[in-house]
């Protein structure tokens, strides 16, 4: 199975300001036929289902603001709120999706400092 | 609006059974995957495995293999997870999702989910 590790386990970011989670796997993700990595980002809030935000990587999904991003390939990928909002605090989980199972990070809480 | 509905929550007993329900609508479900994401108290999420609800086939986590059941039925287009004799360690909240797929069949996540099933199962 692939392991997905995530850092930190937690972090406090100041409202505006930059918030920024890590991923990473036990092995390539990187699909090279279609040169994806199949990873995606997922925002969780108390009492909701969770939320795609971001897949194979870097693509946003629809209708999620701008101000989150992804980035990486291969075994490395990060998570980026450009300005963390209010909104925002919530535990957000990478995801592979390249080999079955289908394996998810620990998770990273992230809260207003 | 592509939509996932579960089936509510359930107190159970350990050694009960138990079929927990997933229903999709406004998409044609069977070009895509179901997935079941276990949720366990103060845990994170837990890949599960998959079921496809055109031909049932399934693919279980290996964490999972045994312990649990899925099942779907295509002319209702909903997707099932049961277990037939549960144990306390069950305890969770368990989601659906399903496997979002591109035109080509590519696949980019977990796209739409379902609320999630409360299943509680104490003596």
């Known amino acids: 199975d692939i392991v997905m590790t995530q850092s930190p386990d937690s972090l406090a970011v100041s409202l505006g300001e930059r918030a920024t989670v890590n991923c990473k796997s036990s092995?390539?993700?990187?699909?090279?036929?279609?040169?994806?990595?199949?990873l995606g980002w997922y925002q969780h809030k108390p009492g909701q289902p969770p939320k795609l935000l971001i897949y194979?990587?870097?693509t946003r999904e629809s209708g999620v603001p701008e101000r989150f991003s992804g980035s990486g390939s291969g075994t490395d990928f990060t998570l980026t709120i450009s300005s963390l909002q209010a909104e925002d605090v919530a535990v957000y989980y990478c995801?592979?999706?390249?080999?079955?199972?289908?394996?998810f990070g620990p998770g990273t809480e992230v809260e207003i400092k | 609006e592509v939509q996932l509905v579960q089936s509510g929550a359930e107190v159970k007993k350990p050694g009960e059974s138990l079929k927990i329900s997933c229903k999709g609508s406004a998409y044609r479900s069977t070009s895509h995957w179901i997935a079941w994401v276990r949720q366990m108290p103060g845990k994170g999420l837990e890949w599960m495995g998959t079921i496809n609800l055109g031909d049932s086939g399934t693919r279980y986590s290996p964490s999972f293999q045994g312990q649990v059941t899925f099942s779907a039925d295509k002319s209702i287009n909903t997707a099932y997870l049961q277990w037939s004799s549960l144990k306390a360690s069950d305890t969770a909240v368990y989601y659906c999702a399903r496997l979002g797929a591109s035109g080509t069949g590519d696949h980019y996540g977990l796209d739409v989910w379902g609320q999630g099933t409360t299943v509680t199962v104490s003596s």
């Open positions: 194979w990587a870097s």
């Open positions: 092995q390539s993700i990187l699909y090279s036929s279609t040169n994806k990595s199949y």
């Open positions: 995801h592979q999706y390249y080999s079955s199972p289908f394996t």
